[in-house]
Nanobody, 117 residues
Framework: QVQLVESGGGLVQPGGSLRLSCAAS????????MGWYRQARGNQREAVAT???????NYADSVKGRFTISRDNAKNTVVLEMNNLQPEDTAVYFC???????????WGKGTLVTVSS
C-alpha cells in the first residue's frame, strides 16, 4: 500500500521558517520524481518545488531563493526547507510522487502552513 505522509506544518510569523517532511512507503522511492505542491484558499494547486530521481531541482519563481527541496533515498524522505515565509505562502502543502515510465502518481493528504502576525 502506497502512503505519503507530510509533517511539519503550522503557524509562523512573517519572516519565520518551517521544515516540511514527507515520508514515503510502498514505492521504490529512489526511482520516483518527488515534489511539493500547494493550494491556497480559492486558488488552483501549484508546483512549489520538485526534485527528480536524478536530483535535478526546480522551483517556482515565487519561492526561489527562499525554499530548498532535498531528498534522502536511504530514508525514503523528501524535505522542503522554507525560509523568510510571507503571508502569501499560506496554503495546504502536498507531497507528490511521480513515476512517468510506469504512469503512476501519488499524493499525500497535505499539511497546513499559516503565515500570520
Amino acid at each position: 500500500q502506497v502512503q505519503l505522509v507530510e509533517s511539519g506544518g503550522g503557524l509562523v510569523q512573517p519572516g519565520g521558517s518551517l521544515r516540511l517532511s514527507c515520508a514515503a512507503s510502498g514505492i521504490i522511492f529512489r526511482f520516483y520524481n518527488m515534489g511539493w505542491y500547494r493550494q491556497a484558499r480559492g486558488n488552483q494547486r501549484e508546483a512549489v518545488a520538485t526534485i527528480t530521481w536524478t536530483d535535478t531541482t526546480n522551483y517556482a519563481d515565487s519561492v526561489k531563493g527562499r525554499f530548498t527541496i532535498s531528498r534522502d533515498n536511504a530514508k525514503n524522505t523528501v524535505v522542503l526547507e522554507m525560509n523568510n515565509l510571507q503571508p502569501e505562502d499560506t496554503a495546504v502543502y502536498f507531497c507528490n510522487a511521480d513515476h512517468r515510465s510506469y504512469a503512476t502518481n501519488y499524493w499525500g493528504k497535505g499539511t497546513l502552513v499559516t503565515v500570520s502576525s
